[in-house]
């Protein structure tokens, strides 16, 4: 069975400052991975996708994701925090053998203080 | 510009109705999803469509109802059977990555049901 743990369900950080949000997964056949990212009332949107190609996934709005198989993790990355990344952001993973289902983590909301 | 569309974006009902949440697609994409999230809970999964009248339970199937008439439609019923039915519902659909094979979803801007 796959999972996704997000650790820490609110991430504050000051305008400028790194941004770290973490995800670790279990999956016992290579995972296809994913962070999407949700302003209030809205769906949700794309951020970046590893689907086994380059480790290090460049994704949208300056944000970064590195796959560690040995660490089974997927951290999300930011080097400077602005004020419209206050959201929700949700990692996820599917099964390179049945890619249909998708399992999110919990999400973890990011604040971003002026 | 393509995209999903939900409607209606908020919705009030009394305990023990059936609500029908649309769902509608231009993307052309095969296949077809709805998911319901909750404070803290992340999304779970309900039903999914790979194809034309063809769909599969979720994860938290019990009390939702589905069809897939249409490749640009998947309208999702909640009945009186769901016994917590007040949630976020988001649709989605996806096209399988031609380099991968990974699908990769896109997301409605979602419904929000309450049940008074």
């Known amino acids: 069975a796959q999972s996704v743990t997000q650790l820490g369900s609110h991430v504050s950080v000051s305008e400028g400052a790194l941004v770290l949000l973490r995800c670790n997964y279990s999956?016992?056949?290579?995972?296809?991975l994913f962070w999407y990212v949700q302003y209030p009332n809205q769906g949700l949107q794309l951020l970046l996708k590893y689907t086994s190609a380059a480790t290090l996934v460049k994704g949208i709005n300056g944000f970064e994701a590195e796959f560690k198989k040995s660490e089974t993790s997927f951290h999300l990355t930011k080097p400077s925090a602005h004020m419209s990344d206050a959201a929700e952001y949700f990692c996820?993973?599917?099964?390179?053998?049945?890619?249909?289902?998708?399992?999110f983590g919990s999400g973890t909301r990011l604040l971003v203080r002026p | 510009d393509g995209g999903i569309t939900q409607s209606p974006k908020y919705l009030f009902r009394k305990e023990g109705q059936n609500v029908t949440l649309s769902c509608e697609q231009n993307l052309n994409h095969d296949a077809m999803y709805w998911y319901r999230q909750d404070p803290g809970q992340g999304l779970r999964l309900i039903y999914y469509?790979?194809?034309?009248?063809?769909?599969q339970k979720g994860d938290i199937a019990e009390g939702y109802s589905v069809s897939r008439e249409k490749k640009e439609s998947f309208p999702l019923t909640v009945t009186s059977a769901q016994k917590n039915p007040t949630a976020f519902y988001l649709c989605a659909s996806s096209i399988e990555d031609w380099s991968s094979g990974a699908n990769v979803l896109t997301f409605g801007a979602g419904s929000r049901l309450t049940v008074l």
């Open positions: 469509s790979q194809i034309v009248n063809d769909f």
């Open positions: 999956s016992s056949v290579p995972p296809y």
């Open positions: 996820a993973v599917s099964r390179m053998d049945s890619s249909y289902k998708l399992i």
